[in-house]
């Protein structure tokens, strides 16, 4: 044991210092006595700190073995880093209530400063991110925390690619964390705020990344990268400045698979397991968990740039997974880090692909995995509604991109993507599926290159107008059915018309042949376009007869009934698909009285942009919002370009009624947001 005598050093005095809330109190600890064999290792470390809550309550704080390093930039961008002093132990707690907090080091002989007090005072600074009170968010306080951001899991070459035989040449490959000046500062100055790093691939040098805390050229099983570590520090300092919030993924299952001879826990680089499958039931791996979950709660824990402890990167697909013994070790490591956590931070498990539902009691949010999808909009709306409803817990995608192998993403399929169509879409349909933060991409050097940070921008400022923490939110889909699928040549019966009043006669319910006007009129609410004759064919209106849409004819005469989607009208006005969701939301009167929705022409994906279908323009349209209480609704149309409003106006609906938002014609897409006016 280590810890026959302790001290704090760099406190003048005991008594009275005054810090703000939320931001932590750091000291070096000089411990003397025998080392211990492995300083990272807190079981060992017979030093602790207990700080004392105004109210009495107290917190136990481990301290952890630090090494200090100036960076330093060569030439050709790469860092270096320099030891700065020796290697120490230092300890770091941040108080989250405002009073008289009181600390004292024990474990230890007492000698120089090791007890005091402090004052805890509010001054403003963020507090740490919670699941919000609507359980479908995240918030900080009362502030809420809508995640965009994108995975930077590691700088410098990447490991799992080079065994492909695919070896980065970014601008930024060996820079890093001067790379993550670069991208992080991007990030936040387009409305950013999430970043997801991964701290495991522990291997050898041949399958580290400069982030490999139990890995790395200094590195060994159980044996942790002082270099590494400081990275991490620097990127969370980095993000706690930048209003970044920071997911920490332990380990990934690449270091079992492609990347096992090369990892700290083969048995030929002195690890426990002959074979990956091993990994399950090694009383050493469970250990040597527990201790780095340790360790980075104590180094770490204490900022509020910490989002979430991520356990491990799709784990279901780790050689030898088996459902009943994962959700064992699962809840064996999340019970373990409540315990150890003084801060509570989120704890969140990752899976390939979608999420595997009996893990949802032992995590805090979801995510899914998916690459690959030609219509990202499609695929985010289909998936993020469905999971996050059936999981109960805050839902968002976590990694995308056009592959998952980087060669194809960066040198062949984002070519015929210019204009980002892939991540415009997938972020705008997380927004307005429910998601608790936008689509992350995972291709982060081209996610540069291509400047795709512009396109959070105006996804961050449309979802800031929505009252994300004072609402429920249920996800609508207005999205009509396809008149052109629906239609086809078939003309209107004549026998639905009376040809002396020019009006519908009913709302077509008769037996005979059925047409496109009859599954119009099944609808509970109307498309919005309805044709007059064959010599006018721009005018079109709406119309409904006994509650049901249905299609008006004036003049309507047996020979002048024209097939509907053969007409220049219909082509021009109303028969291009078009597809709008979004949430409605209510507050504790349970009624309705704000919705966000997304509109776009479906046929605008990242393959089909240069087609006609997906330049032509869509509407004017009329959106039905159902199921909103009645009164008069601001409305306002949104630039997805810029989030900025290009239209408001108002519409008023009454009891019993529909809300019908019209629109005005748009190309690829616009953003609707509705609030009843007095609330």
């Known amino acids: 044991m280590w810890g026959v005598f302790c001290v704090v050093v760099g406190v003048a005095h005991s008594n009275g210092p005054t810090i703000s809330m939320y931001t932590a109190v750091d000291w070096e600890v000089t411990l003397t006595g025998p080392p211990p064999s492995n300083p990272f290792d807190l079981s060992l470390v017979t030093a602790i700190g207990t700080f004392s809550s105004p109210a009495g309550n107290p917190i136990d704080i481990h301290p952890f073995y630090y090494q200090n390093y100036t960076r330093h930039q060569n030439t050709d961008g790469s860092e270096r880093l320099e030891p700065l002093n020796s290697s120490h132990f230092r300890i770091r707690f941040t108080p989250e209530v405002p009073g008289v907090w009181t600390w004292k080091l024990h474990g230890c002989t007492v000698a120089g400063v090791t007890e005091g007090s402090f004052v805890a005072v509010s001054t403003g600074r963020r507090s740490f991110v919670r699941v919000a009170k609507n359980g479908q968010f995240f918030s900080a306080g009362d502030v809420p925390i809508f995640l965009l951001g994108q995975d930077i899991v590691f700088p410098g070459r990447d490991p799992i690619l080079t065994t492909y035989n695919y070896t980065n040449s970014y601008k930024f490959a060996n820079w890093g964390t001067y790379m993550y000046d670069v991208y992080l500062t991007r990030m936040a100055t387009n409305g950013g705020n999430f970043v997801r790093l991964w701290i495991g691939l522990s291997c050898n040098e041949t399958g580290a990344t400069p982030l490999s805390l139990a890995g790395g050229p ?52 002195g690890g426990p397991l002959e074979k990956p499958q091993q990994w399950w039931e090694s009383p050493q791996i469970q250990k040597e968990l527990e201790q780095r979950f340790e360790y980075v709660i104590s180094r770490y824990g204490h900022s509020t740039a910490v989002f979430s402890w991520q356990l491990f990167n799709e784990w279901n697909d780790w050689p030898g997974f088996e459902e009943s013994r994962a959700l064992e070790i699962s809840k064996g490591l999340t019970s373990f880090i409540r315990r150890t956590d003084p801060y509570n931070h989120l704890i969140h498990n990752s899976f390939g692909a979608d999420p595997l539902p009996v893990f949802y009691s032992d995590i805090q949010f979801a995510t899914f995995h998916r690459y690959g999808a030609s219509d990202m909009a499609e695929y985010a709306i289909s998936h993020i509604q469905p999971l996050g409803s059936a999981s109960g817990i805050p839902f968002f995608w976590e990694e995308f991109g056009l592959s998952a192998a980087g060669p194809t993403d960066g040198t062949t399929w984002w070519t015929r993507d210019a204009a980002n169509v892939h991540v415009h879409n997938a972020m705008w349909a997380s927004a307005v599926s429910g998601a608790a933060g936008g689509a992350m991409h995972w291709w982060w050097h081209e996610f540069d290159d291509h400047n795709a940070y512009l396109e959070f921008g105006p996804v961050r400022t449309f979802v800031n107008r929505l009252p994300l923490l004072n609402r429920t939110w249920i996800f609508i889909d207005s999205t009509p059915e396809t008149p052109q699928a629906r239609c086809n040549t078939t003309a209107i019966p004549s026998a639905h018309f009376n040809t002396a009043a020019g009006k519908v006669l009913d709302h077509f319910v008769a037996t005979d042949a059925v047409s496109c006007e009859q599954a119009c009129c099944n609808l509970p609410e109307c498309d919005g376009w309805v044709y007059t004759t064959s010599q006018v064919k721009d005018s079109f209106a709406p119309c409904q007869v006994g509650g049901k849409c249905c299609w008006l004819k004036e003049n309507v005469g047996a020979a002048d009934i024209l097939p509907f989607a053969n007409t220049t009208a219909g082509v021009e006005r109303g028969v291009l698909p078009w597809s709008a969701s979004g949430i409605i939301g209510h507050g504790q009167s349970l009624k309705n009285d704000t919705f966000a929705m997304w509109l776009r022409n479906p046929s605008h994906t990242w393959e089909g942009q240069q087609s006609a279908e997906a330049q032509a323009t869509i509407g004017p349209i009329s959106i039905p919002i159902p199921n909103m209480q009645p009164g008069s609704y601001l409305i306002e149309i949104v630039d997805t370009t810029n989030g900025n409003v290009s239209t408001s106006l108002n519409v008023v609906v009454g009891v019993d009624e529909i809300l019908v938002v019209p629109t005005p014609p748009f190309k690829r897409d616009c953003a609707l947001f509705g609030t009843r006016q007095g609330l």
């Open 218 to 269: 200094a590195g060994s099983f159980g044996k942790y990268d002082l270099e590494a570590a400081w990275r991490i520090e620097y990127i969370v300092g980095l993000a706690e400045r930048l209003g970044i919030n920071v997911l920490l993924c332990f380990e990934a299952q690449q270091s079992l698979q492609m990347l096992f001879n090369a990892s700290v826990y083969a048995s030929i680089n």
